[in-house]
């Protein structure tokens, strides 16, 4: 879901030939860039609600990682699970 908005703040920026120095508009530094670049008011409101939404998605995003590493801790399997690499919070909370 994340990475389909993404695509879709790229997509204006895209088709106006405007290209950030950086190809990750999604650091800090790049997520500036969109604000900043004078558009049409109709590509600056679509951009900003798209950013406004990977926002509220990195959120959420965030706060189940961090319901999901409190429930880990005291799984001693669940952190041996994660010593293999590939294995993050989410597979190992799904295999304990």
């Known amino acids: 879901m994340r990475r389909c908005l993404e695509n879709e703040v790229h997509a204006p920026l895209d088709k106006l030939c405007i290209y950030h120095p950086s190809a ?6 790049g997520r500036r860039f969109p604000i900043q670049v004078r558009l ?8 900003a609600n798209y950013l406004a939404l990977v926002e509220h998605i990195e959120r959420r995003i965030a706060a189940a990682t961090k319901a999901i590493k409190q429930q880990l801790k005291p ?12 294995i993050w919070y989410p597979t190992a909370f799904t295999r304990c």
């Open 40 to 47: 049409r008011q109709v590509y600056q409101e679509e951009l």
């Open 75 to 86: 799984n001693p399997r669940a952190r041996l699970l994660m010593i293999i690499p590939g």
């Open 24 to 29: 990750d508009l999604f650091c800090p530094a």
